[in-house]
């Protein structure tokens, strides 16, 4: 890629020339355009019908969402639980409740938080409160109000056009129309990022809320007060600096860690010598998402809306019968850090390590396949390394300790969990990103977001009903496949969405005393296990899978057997190769010799494994009285000796 590509050309608008409507044109088609397809979808589909039901923390925003609207409130009560049958006959699987204090003394104090209380239980039985933060579901209550259900989806087309405008206005402020334009649109649409469009959760909402909180911080950087938009131009006054602080103060009371992004803007402004505006930003910060804590306290007794007595429900729920309790659910407070988990000396290093190389090119929350845009940005900043400002370095720190916080405080879990499309949790960061993207003159570099972008995510975003319900499905072929596959992340993988294919039990065969153990299959080309504990390879193709142990192994043990047809065999354990070709009928055993392999959460160990088969039969054709339509390559037992 050549700098004269990334750097505006001669006939490219220069700050200080009069561009008038036309370079608002482009950015307001491309918004509308999204306004048009996705508003129209929010109006149009059968939301709770398309959705095939509700799925991770969706039931909790879902359900306090209505609450608001109904109610005017955000406490749970029986009547909440009847109103989810209207629309969801599997009702709120994976709500999360709490119950409630009442304050009953409070204070001041010189240390964080600053505010004690004495509480006692809430002296109301026939509530509970809920496990999440409320301020989603409050902006989207309006539209819901007006919308139903399909409401969410209309405050989602609104915040997706948002953050197109504004990412066109921030990158035409340095380059022509229709390489903004183009860029913009690719590091919106290119991405997983429309698949939370369909989400009932705060993930496109806080995209939102970080690329429009640096947009306000940086757009007057680029921009000069002459040269903006009319209406926009308080944002080159002191102002716009607040606006960032007060938006990042909402982010923070909806996901905590988005409070690592004002550090940057505020010691930004420390070093350009704007002390007013980093005090005040600082206090405007501090006072809304501090509010909004306090608000939590007035409505649950409880600053921490995760933190208490709190659980999930999947099959049974509070109030559901007369009989039915808080006992039915799950405990899942998170009010401390597992410290002895995560720092671990065994583990940290060994997590950190690989938990880098995952974060970027990992096969199920990989940033490079998932938000390609991002690693376009990062690679332009190393081509113009000698053109970056003071601000792009603040907006890199910024980024830096997100990725940091994650990969260090949930080693195990930082996708966001096992039915996350993508990296989730990225989402709140990814959108300042966009203030890393070079400003492109030429047509075909903007087009590289595209068509990189493209490759990975076209059928998930194409699709996001499906591939938000049945998360594990997208990575079974493709191009994801070449990607490795995140041995940090083993119980949150999306597969695990699908019960059949993961967890089956092999080995432990009956007078053999050999060692059980499970395998993860990460596709659809191996068949169900047969009842020797054996599986069936598909014909010509190449079935992978993890197996993982509670102990060491010495060795691998596979047979393999032929069907009716001849087939060349390939199989392949952590990257040492075997191959041989069986006749038909043939029986051979392979043995692979173990090390330690990966050694996840320092207890149990895993290995990745694939088998290929050259060739099939389908039993019908071949099998006087058969009725197994399955298309067959070569039978595989597994055996592990210790």
């Known amino acids: 890629m050549s700098l004269d590509a990334l750097t505006p050309g001669p006939s490219a608008p220069r700050a200080g020339v009069d561009r008038g409507t036309t370079r608002l044109a482009p950015g307001l088609a491309l918004a509308g355009i999204i306004l048009c ?46 109103r989810v049958w209207r629309e969801f006959p599997g009702g709120p699987s994976g709500v999360f409740l709490k119950k409630g204090r009442d304050i009953v003394d409070a204070g001041l104090m010189l240390r964080p938080p600053f505010v004690w209380t004495t509480t006692q239980p809430d002296t109301d039985p026939g509530r509970l409160f809920f496990g999440k933060s409320f301020i989603y579901p409050l902006f989207a209550a309006p539209f819901v109000a007006i919308f139903g259900t399909n409401g969410f989806l209309v405050f989602h087309a609104l915040l997706l056009a948002l953050a197109a405008w504004c990412s066109y206005l921030f990158l035409h402020a340095r380059a022509p129309a229709a390489g903004a334009a183009i860029l913009a649109g690719a590091f919106v649409l290119a991405t997983v990022v429309p698949v939370y469009y ?49 938006l990042l103060g909402i982010a923070t009371f909806s996901k905590v860690s988005n409070a690592l992004l004002f550090p940057p803007i505020a010691l930004w402004l420390v070093w350009k010598r704007r002390w007013a505006r980093a005090a005040a930003g600082s206090a405007a910060l501090g006072l809304v998402a501090g509010g909004l804590f306090a608000a939590n306290v007035a409505i649950s007794g409880e600053w921490n809306y995760q933190g208490g007595e709190r659980s999930t429900f999947y099959f049974e729920f509070p109030f559901q019968t007369p009989a039915s309790g808080f006992a039915t659910g799950t405990e899942k407070a998170r009010d401390e850090a597992l410290t002895d988990i995560i720092f671990n000396r065994s583990t940290f290093l060994p997590n950190l390590g ?36 003071s601000w792009h370095y603040a907006v890199l720190a910024a980024a830096a300790a997100q990725l940091l916080f994650f990969i260090v405080i949930t080693p195990y879990t930082w996708l966001g969990g096992g039915g996350s499309v993508g990296n989730r949790y990225f989402m709140g960061a990814y959108g300042i990103f966009l203030f890393l993207l070079p400003p492109v ?13 493209a490759l990975f995510t076209a059928p998930i975003v194409l699709n996001p009903f499906y591939s938000s319900f049945y998360p594990g499905s997208y990575a079974k072929q493709g191009p994801l496949r070449l990607l490795p596959v995140e041995l940090t992340l083993v119980y949150d993988w999306p597969i695990n969405t699908d019960h059949g294919r993961v967890r089956v039990w092999f080995g432990d065969n009956a007078g053999q005393n050999d060692p059980g153990f499970q395998i993860y299959f990460f596709d659809d080309n191996a068949y169900p296990r047969e009842a020797d504990k054996s599986f069936w390879v598909k014909g010509g193709s190449r079935a992978e899978f993890l197996i993982k142990t509670d102990r060491p192994m010495k060795r691998l043990v596979f047979t393999l057997t032929a069907g009716a047809v001849a087939t060349d065999v390939r199989v392949t354990v952590d990257g040492r190769t075997q191959q041989i070709r069986l006749q038909p009928g043939g029986v051979q055993r392979m043995f692979f010799a173990l090390d330690e392999g990966f050694v996840y959460q320092g207890t149990w160990p895993v290995w990745v494994a694939s088998v290929s088969s050259s060739d099939g039969f389908v039993p019908i054709f071949v099998e006087r009285g058969s009725t197994d339509t399955r298309y067959l390559g070569v039978n595989v037992k597994p055996m592990l000796v210790e």
């Not at 209505?66 to 749970?76: I, K, M, N, Q």
């Not at 993930?203 to 680029?222: P, Q, R």
């Not at 690693?375 to 400002?389: I, N, P, S």
Request: aromatic letters at 14%.
């Open 198 to 246: 369909v989400w009932i959760m705060p993930e496109l909402f806080n995209f939102t809320l970080g690329l429009v909180a640096y947009f306000c911080w940086l757009y007057k950087e680029v921009m000069p007060a002459e040269q903006m938009p009319r209406g926009m131009r308080w944002l080159s006054r002191p102002s716009s600096d607040l606006a960032a602080a007060v």
């Open 441 to 453: 003159s030429r047509v075909p570099v903007a087009l590289v977001p595209w068509l990189v972008g």
């Open 37 to 82: 397809i996705y508003g129209g979808l929010a109006v149009g589909v059968d939301f709770p019908k398309a959705k095939l039901g509700i799925q991770s923390d969706e039931a909790t925003y879902y359900m306090m969402a209505h609450s608001l609207v109904e109610d005017g409130d955000v406490t749970y009560r029986r009547e909440d639980l009847v």
């Open 354 to 389: 690989r938990n880098l190389l995952y974060f970027v090119v990992g096969r199920y929350a990989g940033i490079l396949p998932y938000f390609f845009p991002a690693v376009f940005a990062l690679g332009a900043l190393v081509v113009m390394r000698r053109q970056l400002r």
